[in-house]
């Protein structure tokens, strides 16, 4: 069956499992389902906020809510198609119910909260988990066997709520909810999301009072490097290897399928002859290089990359202070509480980096022991690794680490270097790209303070050698449309700058590159440079519309938007609103609206 004849499954109909609270310990304070049922109604201190010790997740339902005090405000058919799901499937009270908590699967899935740590900005956090994330249940797309784990965003408290009240906001969960998907149709990993709701009549506070939402979200594993961290920061070596076990078989289907994708991707025998958990650490490195560097590639950052907050598949996830680029300015943080530039544009890779040595030192017994029978005694799951013993596995393990930091640069590096040439409209990317046409175009937008996107979408449709080629006179034309901030160089020296950079570099390379056909280039580069992007600007004035004026159609319109960046036209009636914000969206960011930061509060 093709993709093209699968119209999708009902709700019901969707083949629904439960690997991961089948296969992981419970919390056994609450070991079954059963017992989070007679929890919730004799002992509910066992279901509010604590520490979990020894299990990795907890049992337990989504508050239920009033159907008729909320409303579905959005639904993704992307997600949907990708679940494998009906579209139509969203008019039914039934998917309603269940996007708002009130329907779970309790026979073939009971929902679940799962533990996890961090570090945040460098230090530890302790115990934090899905405080306001409830797992529902692993579907199955029947269509292409890809399981997602979907999940409930800010249905309730949890034993992981810490002080908070388990719910989420309209406005992050609007953030949340449309830039999973825009990342997803841009081909960066994400994890994604299927829908929202919104309660028409409840509010909850953070810095003001404000309007409360549910986002329904998925991804093939919701296991971070927190869930990690927090095993080894407890010393609790069983649980830590049950966790990377399960992380070995189940989320990547085992050492050989590991080391078949690697192959395919092109990194030949670079996983061969290592231990599973060696494989394990490397594919977590291999994928994160790859996810960085193209979110660096697209100008997107995500501004709270704690090891809470970062995959074990290499997904984009926990969407709070993101941003894409406007202008290109190196050192933009979009994290307003972010005043040492950690979470910054230039220091992501670094950061990234930062993230994984913490999940190298998490499994570092597991892939520096000596002796792998060792592992599964007694004597090392209650004190780890021997003092006799601790010196060369702290060397062997640092060397595992220094290596696989080798490899993280030369994966970063390639795929870096790949997804700005492509950016750029070359066929084959040289060795000197990187220092060369690439770091050359960054500083030329740096300077002269260009927009990171519309630059590149601009530039696929210069002629460069017809006839008609753009001559220096036209240049403020095509790239200097915008009011120019304060402190930029004039727009005569930009457009001269521009004009030297295109003839002497840019027009040099492609010559190089043997492609001197303007209109070949231009097909290739609008397939990979977005015309719409979801810049924080617009996705204020999506909040502002939906929250004060109850617009509910723009919501749609953007993710329509988002959900195909590449178009240059999505609407063709002038006269109407649409065709109107189209060209405001996708036009020169009004000044004042540039560069907007978030704080972390949702
Ligand atoms: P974040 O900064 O959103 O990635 O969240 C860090 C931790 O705080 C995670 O464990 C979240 O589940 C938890 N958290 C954040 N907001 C809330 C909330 N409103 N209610 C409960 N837990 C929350
Ligand atoms: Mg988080």
């Known amino acids: 069956m093709t993709e093209g004849q699968f119209a999708?499954?009902?709700?019901?109909?969707?083949?629904?499992?439960?690997?991961?609270?089948?296969?992981?310990?419970?919390?056994?304070?609450?070991?079954?389902?059963?017992?989070?049922?007679?929890?919730?109604?004799?002992?509910?201190?066992?279901?509010?906020?604590?520490?979990?010790?020894d299990g990795l997740f907890v049992y337990i339902k989504p508050d239920l809510h009033d159907l008729a005090k909320t409303e579905l405000l959005a639904v993704s058919p992307a997600a949907m198609r990708d679940l494998g799901l009906k579209m139509n499937e969203k008019d039914r009270e039934e998917f309603k119910e269940f996007a708002v908590g009130n329907r779970i699967f309790?026979?073939?899935?009971?929902?679940w909260a799962a533990l996890y740590g961090g570090w945040q900005f460098g230090d530890w956090a302790g115990q934090l988990g899905d405080g306001r994330a409830i797992g529902i249940f692993e579907g199955t797309n029947p269509n292409t066997g890809v399981v997602y784990e979907v999940q409930l965003k800010g249905a309730g408290r949890t034993p992981f709520s810490r002080f908070a009240d388990g719910r989420a906001?309209?406005?992050?969960?609007?953030?949340?909810f449309l830039v999973s998907e825009a990342l997803n149709a841009l081909s960066i990993p994400t994890t994604r999301a299927l829908c929202l709701s919104y309660?028409?009549?409840?509010?909850?506070?953070?810095?003001?009072?404000e309007p409360r939402a549910i986002v329904v979200r998925m991804a093939e594993s919701w296991l971070r490097i927190g869930s990690f961290d927090i095993h080894r920061v407890r010393q609790q070596r069983k649980l830590l290897i049950t966790l990377a076990d399960y992380c070995i078989e189940e989320v990547f289907g085992g050492v050989e399928m590991i080391q078949k994708a690697a192959k395919m991707n092109g990194y030949g025998d670079?996983?061969?002859?290592?231990?599973?958990?060696?494989?394990?650490?490397?594919?977590?490195?291999r994928r994160t290089a790859e996810t960085t560097a193209l979110v660096q590639v697209y100008g997107f950052m995500n501004g709270v990359l704690n090891t809470d907050n970062t995959s074990i598949l290499g997904l984009s996830m926990d969407f709070g202070p993101f941003s894409f680029m406007d202008t290109y300015d190196p050192s933009f943080t979009p994290n307003h509480d972010d005043h040492f530039l950690r979470y910054s544009y230039r220091n992501t890779p670094t950061i990234m980096w930062?993230?994984?040595?913490?999940?190298g030192e998490d499994l570092a017994e597991l892939f520096a022991v000596d002796d792998p029978e060792y592992l599964g005694t007694d004597e090392y799951l209650s004190s780890g690794i021997p003092e006799s013993k601790f010196e060369d596995f702290v060397s062997r393990a640092e060397k595992i680490i220094e290596d696989e930091g080798e490899f993280y640069k030369s994966v970063f590096e390639k795929h870096y270097a790949a997804g700005f040439a492509r950016r750029l409209g070359l066929t084959v990317v040289k060795d000197t790209d990187s220092n060369g046409i690439i770091d050359s175009v960054l500083e030329l937008m740096k300077v002269h303070k260009l927009d990171f996107h519309r630059f590149f979408r601009h530039l696929g449709s210069v002629k460069l050698f017809s006839a008609d080629a753009i001559t220096a006179d036209g240049i403020a034309a095509v790239f200097l449309t915008g009011e120019r901030s304060i402190g930029v160089p004039s727009t005569e020296d930009s457009a001269e700058s521009i004009y030297k950079w295109l003839i002497e570099k840019y027009r040099a390379r492609l010559e190089e590159d043997g492609s001197t056909d303007d209109e070949a280039r231009k097909s290739r580069m609008n397939k990979v440079n977005p015309k719409f992007v979801l810049r924080n600007w617009i996705l204020e004035e999506v909040i502002e519309r939906v929250e004060k004026r109850g617009d509910r159609k723009v919501l749609d319109h953007v993710l329509h938007l988002a959900l195909n960046p590449f178009e240059d036209e999505w609407t063709v009636d002038e006269e109407s609103e649409r065709y109107r914000d189209e060209k405001r969206f996708t036009g020169d960011v009004p000044v004042e609206r540039q560069g907007i930061m978030c704080s972390c509060s949702s």
């Open 8 to 53: 999708g499954l009902s709700l019901e109909d969707l083949p629904k499992s439960h690997s991961f609270t089948s296969k992981l310990p419970a919390d056994p304070e609450v070991p079954t389902p059963e017992s989070s049922t007679i929890a919730a109604n004799e002992n509910p201190k066992l279901l509010l906020p604590r520490i979990v010790k």
């Open 106 to 111: 309790e026979k073939e899935s009971y929902p």
């Open 169 to 176: 906001v309209l406005r992050s969960s609007i953030r949340e």
């Open 199 to 209: 309660f028409t009549n409840e509010k909850v506070l953070r810095e003001r009072i």
């Open 270 to 285: 670079a996983y061969e002859g290592l231990n599973p958990y060696r494989t394990l650490y490397k594919e977590v490195v």
């Open 354 to 359: 930062w993230n994984l040595v913490r999940l």
